[in-house]
């Protein structure tokens, strides 16, 4: 193992989701002005805006490991909003616990002898592989069972039918704005 190492959000990932978000709330503004809704478009736009601003901030976590431990930060400009990210020594991760998701899957959080608190493992990570082998050789957790909580298969096809709904986006405010719409 390096004696340091950094992992970032996949981004296969990173651009599935805010291609999601872009297409789902990009035409909120246009069909607002189009019907002549009583929600401002400009209001759509700002808020379109700060919610993608804060989207971006959660997708550039990274997780750093070194002799020391583990931590996952985030940009100085995402921690000035909250988002502080948190670190462990390795001597103080005591185990690594299951939990299943409401979809189905299983997440896994390092339980801290220190503190009654558990902390949730990054499973989005580019080389999540070699973060999980970083883990068991600095702790001595059996890892083998432990997978990422999503398969680049799944996002890729999250990822095309968001393409598809961008088109069906770009149809639907070209074909509302050729009509007049009376409230």
Known sequence: MPPSDS???????????????????????????LTQSSVSPTLLWVGALIGGTVLYGVLSEKVEVDEAGIAV??????????????????SEITALKPRST???????????????????????????????????????????DVKPLSQPWMY???????AMLLLVDIWAIATASTFNFVA
């Open 7 to 33: 992992f970032k959000i996949s981004p296969l990932i990173q651009l599935t989701l805010l291609s999601l978000y872009i297409a789902l709330v990009i035409p909120l503004p246009f069909l607002s002005e």
């Open 156 to 162: 890729l096809i999250l990822l095309g039918l968001t």
């Open 73 to 90: 930060t985030y940009p100085a400009w995402v921690r000035a909003f909250g988002r502080q990210g948190w670190a462990l020594k390795w």
């Open 102 to 144: 409401g979809q189905g899957g299983i997440v896994y959080y390092f339980l801290n002898k220190a503190e009654d608190r558990a902390y949730l493992l990054p499973m989005r990570v580019v080389g999540f592989a070699r973060l999980v082998r970083y883990v068991e050789a600095k702790t001595e957790i059996d890892m083998r």
